[in-house]
């Protein structure tokens, strides 16, 4: 069982010109959590799996003004998120 103290919650963020490119980093976060907006993804993943997610990422090649983002958010006893999409309600997301 995992520790609590190993889990983040990991925002990452992309602005990718290429297609090609774009597709290929949004296949990679796919595999580790969940697309909130085009080009952000929300993942809840361990320290180890973030290791792994930043060395996946590492592998695509950037030009200038392109970028990948990632925000952590450590040892949080408790986030609340509320996410909303076209003809739904709010739906709250809780890590307690």
């Known amino acids: 069982m995992q520790n609590r103290e190993d889990i983040v919650v990991v925002i990452v963020a992309y602005d990718i010109s290429s ?11 796919e595999q580790f959590g969940d697309r909130v907006q085009f080009s952000v993804f ?5 320290k180890r799996t973030l290791g792994q997610l930043k060395r996946m990422l590492t592998t695509i090649p950037l030009e200038e003004g392109e970028s990948i983002i990632i925000y952590t958010i ?10 909303r999409r076209q003809n739904t309600d709010f739906i709250p997301y809780e890590i307690i």
């Open 74 to 83: 450590k040892r949080a006893k408790y986030l609340e998120t509320w996410r």
């Open 42 to 46: 929300e993942c809840v993943i361990n």
């Open 19 to 29: 297609d090609k490119k774009r597709n290929a980093v949004a296949k990679i976060l």
